[in-house]
C-alpha cells in the first residue's frame, strides 16, 4: 500500500491561504485612486452663543473637483480661540461674554470660507430659535418694502410655543430670523409670526 506524504496535504491550506492573500493584495493595489479634496464647506452659515460657556456643534463637508460629496478627515481652526474655541470635532465652545471669531474646517490642506461665530448675551425675555424650529424661509409682507427697520415679514414656526406680541425672537443659527413680534397664530400644528426688524442694539 502506498503510503501518503505527510507534507501534502498539509501544504495545500496553506497555499490556498497565500493566493488568497496575494488575490487580495493585488486587488487593493489595483483600485481605483482616492478622489482628491477640491473643495470643503461648513454646513452652517451664521451661528449666535449667547453665553459664556454655551457649546455648539457644527459640520463640514469635503467635495471632490466634480461637486461630490468624498469621504475626508476633517480639522477644525478658530482665528480668536480666546473668544471662541473649536475642538477637533467641530464643537464651539464661547470663552467670554462678548466676543467673535472666524472658524474654518479644512481636509487635506483646503479650507472652507470662514464661519462667524459670535458670543453675547440678549435682552432678559428673549426667545432664541434654531433651524430646525423655523420651516422654509422668511417672506417679507410686502414686496416693495426695503428689509430695514420697521419693515415687517413673517416666518413659520414648528416645535415651540406661541411667542407673545412685543417678544423678541432671535435664531442662533443660519436663517436670518430675528426681531419683535407683531402677530403669532396658530394654524395646522405651526405658529404663524408676523415680525418687525428693530435696530441691533435692542437685540444686544
Not at 496553506?14 to 482616492?34: E, N, R, Y
Not at 449666535?48 to 456643534?57: E, I, P, S
Not at 464661547?94 to 459670535?118: M, T, W
Amino acid at each position: 500500500m502506498k503510503r501518503m506524504s505527510r507534507s501534502g496535504p498539509r501544504r495545500i491550506p496553506l497555499l490556498l491561504a497565500l493566493v488568497a492573500i496575494c488575490a487580495f493584495d493585488a486587488c487593493a493595489d489595483s483600485g481605483a485612486p482616492k478622489a482628491t479634496v477640491a473643495r470643503v464647506a461648513i454646513r452652517e452659515t451664521g451661528l449666535l452663543l449667547t453665553k459664556n460657556g454655551a457649546t455648539r456643534r457644527l459640520s463640514a463637508v469635503a467635495y471632490d473637483a466634480e461637486g461630490q460629496e468624498i469621504a475626508a478627515p476633517i480639522s477644525w481652526r478658530s482665528t480668536t480661540p480666546a473668544s471662541i474655541a473649536v475642538d477637533p470635532e467641530g464643537t464651539v465652545t464661547a470663552q467670554v461674554d462678548n466676543g467673535a471669531s472666524q472658524i474654518f474646517a479644512a481636509a487635506s490642506g483646503i479650507a472652507s470660507r470662514p464661519l462667524l461665530v459670535a458670543v453675547t448675551a440678549l435682552p432678559a425675555g428673549a426667545v432664541t430659535l434654531t433651524d430646525a424650529q423655523i420651516v422654509g424661509d422668511p417672506i417679507a409682507t410686502s414686496l416693495d418694502q426695503a428689509p430695514t427697520v420697521g419693515a415687517t415679514y413673517e416666518v413659520v414656526l414648528t416645535g415651540v410655543a406661541a411667542p407673545a406680541v412685543g417678544a423678541l425672537l432671535v435664531n442662533t443659527e443660519s436663517k436670518p430670523v430675528a426681531g419683535r413680534v407683531v402677530k403669532a397664530a396658530e394654524a395646522n400644528g405651526k405658529i404663524d409670526v408676523t415680525l418687525e426688524i428693530v435696530p441691533v442694539d435692542v437685540l444686544v
